[in-house]
């Protein structure tokens, strides 16, 4: 069965660094677009980062220039990159896989911004 682990999340001061990872079993990874969304409390789930099979990327306005989205077919892992974090980047982070329907998701990883 498909199955998303993230894993990488922590407290980190404002401008600090985190690495998020997206461990993938069940499904042939590396055909598979996949893509990583956060929610805050109170708020919806938004669409942060994606990439395709290609590696071709997008990310959303607010984390680009700071985060980088990147996948190793081999490990079956995907990663985000996130720096200069900012305490309106606090939310759980999510790795999700598409199709069919809605897709797979992950558990979840918890990162907080404050100093």
């Known amino acids: 069965q498909v199955q998303l682990v993230e894993s990488g999340g922590g407290l980190v001061q404002p401008g600090g660094s985190l690495r998020l990872s997206c461990a993938a079993s069940?499904?042939?990874?590396?055909?598979?677009?996949m893509s990583w969304h956060r929610q805050a409390p109170g708020k919806e789930r938004e669409l942060v980062a994606t990439?395709?099979?290609?590696?071709?990327?997008n990310y959303a306005d607010s984390v680009k220039g700071r985060f980088t989205i990147s996948r190793d077919n081999v490990k079956n892992t995907m990663y985000l990159q996130m720096n200069n974090l900012k305490p309106e980047d606090t939310a759980m982070y999510y790795c999700?896989?598409?199709?069919?329907?809605?897709?797979?998701w992950g558990q979840g990883t918890q990162v907080t911004v404050s100093s």
């Open positions: 069940g499904f042939t990874f590396s055909i598979y677009v």
């Open positions: 999700h896989r598409y199709g069919p329907g809605s897709g797979y």
């Open positions: 990439i395709n099979s290609g590696r071709g990327t």
